[in-house]
């Protein structure tokens, strides 16, 4: 496999770069381009869907053999029952705990591009909600590995592009990117938007990021990574002030998610900021990991389900990770990506069982590992690769089957 195209981890393009011309010196059309990153992308997106559909092999057979349906399991369970009610209903449904005192479930906590692509393709197909919500989950890993790639591709390379797919579907809960959650939907608008970000696109950065922002609560990290990205370009190259694609991306990027903030805020009856109102109800608020602190000591100190013990076994790999991925310089755009995601997950009460989903789009952590693998021995690296697809096919199961607490 052909090393590919390699830049500088600390550069952050300002100018969109020229357009690629064949060998008579014609441009390129961009049909073309996009069909020759597809062929490139093709043996990636080949071993993520082999992964994947190993581990939903073993998913599906352990749940028939107990008596349940995978599809309602994968695809109507915890969110996704409220994904589906949205789907269904629009906004307006509010509960009240049945197990715990004080807590309020309003819908509006989650963001609606996941229930309107779900809607729409019940409009246009047989399929039903539940049918639709995987069609949307699995065509968003898709397009959430081609981005992957096209990152790691673009910053290091195809073997370390393949690499970084591949590691991405064999985390230990990868499940969930195919299952009707948002995290594969957020991956991959994120990707792409900070891949056009490292190419010099920030009109089409901000795009993308504008439509992230309609797709998770801490899809806010698109936005500040393009942000901070442009910033920086900004007070390192003066020149570049007078550049109006630079202000219009940065001016885009936050308009999904602060648009949505808004009306749902003005739609619960708080006021602008009364989506927070609807998080603190459901029990969640950003309290710098005290909690999270307080639940992992009971973890040492008690006893409790297997699912919070691999919780804090991913967010401690994460956490060393993410000093790794500092110490390799990363461009920008992506560094402050990954920080926020990490400070949200982190720093976010309750729910410590979803903190590892939470990090699904922080694929930009798995850089160094998947640096590491392209240079390994082929013995080590299947090994390697054994050993995780075993682990995420067995957790992964056992968290959907077995395990009876939100994830």
């Known amino acids: 496999m052909s090393a590919g195209p390699v830049v500088n981890p600390s550069a952050v393009p300002v100018r ?10 014609r441009p390129v059309r961009r049909t073309d381009r996009v069909r020759e990153a597809l062929r490139r992308a093709l043996p990636a997106l080949g071993l993520y869907a082999s992964a994947r559909l190993l581990g939903l092999a073993m998913m599906a057979g352990w749940a028939w053999s ?10 109507h369970s915890w969110d996704g029952i409220w994904y ?22 309003n819908d509006l906590a989650f963001f609606p591009l996941f229930p309107g692509l779900v809607h729409a393709v019940t409009v246009l ?48 809960h990868a499940i969930v990117q195919t299952m009707g959650y948002t995290e594969s939907l957020m991956t991959a608008l994120a990707a792409w938007s900070l891949y056009a970000a490292v190419t010099g ?14 797709s998770r609560p801490n899809a806010v990290a698109v936005a500040a990574a393009l942000i901070c990205a442009t910033a920086l370009v900004l007070w390192r190259e003066p020149r570049s002030r007078g550049d109006w694609r630079l202000w219009t991306g940065a001016a885009l990027a ?59 076994a991913v967010l401690a790999v994460a956490l060393v990770a993410l000093v790794l991925f500092v110490l390799d310089r990363p461009p920008a755009p992506l560094l402050a990506y990954v920080a926020v995601l990490c400070v949200i997950a982190v720093g ?39 050993a995780l697809a075993g682990l995420s096919f067995v957790y992964g199961t056992y968290l959907v089957t077995i395990a009876r607490i939100p994830m």
Do not use: C
């Open 16 to 25: 969109a770069p020229e357009p690629r011309r064949d060998t008579g010196g």
């Open 66 to 75: 107990t008596g349940r349906h995978p599809r309602t399991l994968l695809g």
């Open 84 to 105: 589906a009610g949205i789907a269904r209903n629009g906004y307006g449904l509010v509960l009240p705990s049945p197990t715990s005192r004080g807590v309020i479930f």
């Open 125 to 172: 197909t047989p399929f039903t909600v539940v049918s639709a919500q995987l069609v949307v989950s699995w065509s968003s890993a898709v397009a959430a590995a081609w981005g992957i790639y096209a990152v790691g591709e673009r910053l290091h390379g195809r073997r370390t592009a393949t690499w970084l797919v591949l590691l991405w579907g064999l985390l230990p």
């Open 201 to 214: 696109r920030p009109v089409w950065a901000g795009a993308l990021a504008l439509v992230a922002g309609l």
């Open 254 to 312: 936050p308009l999904g998610w602060a648009g949505y903030v808004l009306w749902a805020g003005i739609r619960s009856g708080g006021g602008p900021l009364g989506y927070f109102a609807v998080q603190r109800r459901w029990g969640s608020r950003f309290d710098f990991g005290a909690d999270a602190f307080r639940f992992i000591r009971h973890l040492f100190t008690g006893r409790d389900f297997m699912a919070y013990y691999g919780s804090l």
């Open 348 to 386: 976010g009460s309750s729910y410590f069982a979803s903190k590892p989903r939470f990090l699904i789009p922080a694929f930009p952590l798995l850089l160094p590992l998947a640096l590491g693998m392209a240079r390994a021995r082929p013995r080590t690296a299947l090994v390697t690769v054994g």
